[in-house]
């Protein structure tokens, strides 16, 4: 089993910057990639960004060049960088592993609220 404990979530002004953050614990050996993904209000959930263990990236169309997917190893922890936000990146954030067997972990969510 892996847990995922996301943090960082908030309000923030249109054209601020949040950085979350999602830290795996337990059998983490076999995850192969970890993302980030959100859903609105009536929405499907989709995918924001994506990491491979190797650093390899994957972004959304919709948040190339404002964010930015990391991880730190040392810490077990990928980050998702927030910049340029807008009210359209209102959500619940979610951070998933998976294995390359497709088993995949899920986080409980933080709200990520853009709002004047």
């Known amino acids: 089993q892996v847990q995922l404990v996301e943090s960082g979530g908030g309000l923030v002004q249109p054209g601020g910057s949040l950085r979350l953050s999602c830290a795996a614990s337990g059998n983490i050996f076999p995850i192969y990639i970890m993302g980030w993904y959100r859903q609105a209000p009536g929405k499907q959930r989709e995918l924001v960004a994506d990491?491979?263990?190797?650093?390899?990236?994957n972004m959304a169309d919709s948040v190339k060049g404002r964010f930015t997917i990391s991880r730190d190893d040392t810490k077990n922890t990928v980050y998702l960088q927030m910049n340029s936000l807008n009210p359209e990146d209102t959500a619940v954030y979610y951070c998933n592993a998976a294995t390359l067997g497709e088993v995949t972990y899920w986080g409980q969510g933080t709200q990520v609220t853009v709002s004047s």
């Open positions: 990491i491979t263990r190797y650093g390899r990236t």
